[in-house]
């Protein structure tokens, strides 16, 4: 399965953009990439995904490499509630996209008022 | 409201007495998983089911048991708790294999 490699912490100023790398070296063509973040004692929560192109939502930007062996997580403007655990995941739908998730240590994100 | 609601939030309970801990999910999913948390391990995958009836070991099947009798619950069991299952652990579901999974709030256990 490919594995994911994140920084172990981060820390960003409130207000602030962050960038939250992730080095998938080994992707497949079929592979997603996904994000989501864990809020301290809560449940983790979806973020964004993409394939190939980049993408944007409500809650943050995903920029892809155009090799698709690294990605990056933007978070336009940090705020005190983004600080959390964030995990970048490959899922394939066609090789047991659901049932094969490895979820790798994250990266915490301290955001400073 | 999209929710995934585990049963109990915290119990305490003791080495070898049976326990279930319940999942149910409003979303009509088909995908549900059980994961366990600890500190340095991250996420675990312990079982997870495609739907109805169909259950699949994860990464850490030893000592729990799934049954899928609904679509909407998953309820984990630990037959004989032992020590080393205390742990904090998080139902998900997801639509398919690909969507958006939701998570419940998690279940902190401990066994003594």
């Known amino acids: 399965d490919a594995k994911t490699t994140q920084p172990n912490s981060m820390e960003s100023n409130e207000e602030e953009p962050v960038h939250l790398p992730c080095n998938h070296s080994?992707?497949?063509?079929?592979?997603?990439i996904h994000w989501y973040r864990q809020l301290p004692s809560q449940g983790p929560e979806y973020v964004i995904h993409g394939l190939t192109s980049n993408v944007n939502n409500r809650m943050a930007s995903l920029a892809i490499a155009e090799d698709r062996k690294s990605s990056t997580l933007i978070l336009h403007r940090a705020t005190l509630r983004d600080a959390a655990v964030y995990y970048c995941i490959l899922r394939d739908p066609f090789s047991g996209g659901y049932n094969k998730l490895i979820f790798g240590a994250g990266t915490r994100l301290a955001v400073h008022p | 409201e999209a929710q995934v609601t585990q049963n109990p939030r915290y119990l305490i309970t003791v080495t070898g007495k049976k326990l279930t801990v319940t999942c149910s999910q409003n979303?009509?999913?088909?995908?549900m998983s059980w994961y366990r948390q600890d500190p340095g391990l991250g996420l675990r995958q312990i079982y997870y089911s495609m739907n109805v009836e169909v259950t699949d070991k994860g990464d850490v099947p030893e000592g729990y048991k799934v049954s899928r009798k609904e679509k909407r619950n998953f309820p984990l069991i630990l037959e004989s708790p032992s020590p080393n299952q205390t742990s904090l652990y998080f139902c998900?579901?997801?639509?398919?294999?690909?969507?958006?999974?939701?998570f419940g709030e998690g279940s902190w256990l401990t066994v003594v």
């Open positions: 979303m009509n999913h088909e995908y």
């Open positions: 080994t992707i497949s063509g079929t592979d997603y």
């Open positions: 998900a579901s997801s639509s398919n294999s690909l969507g958006t999974i939701y």
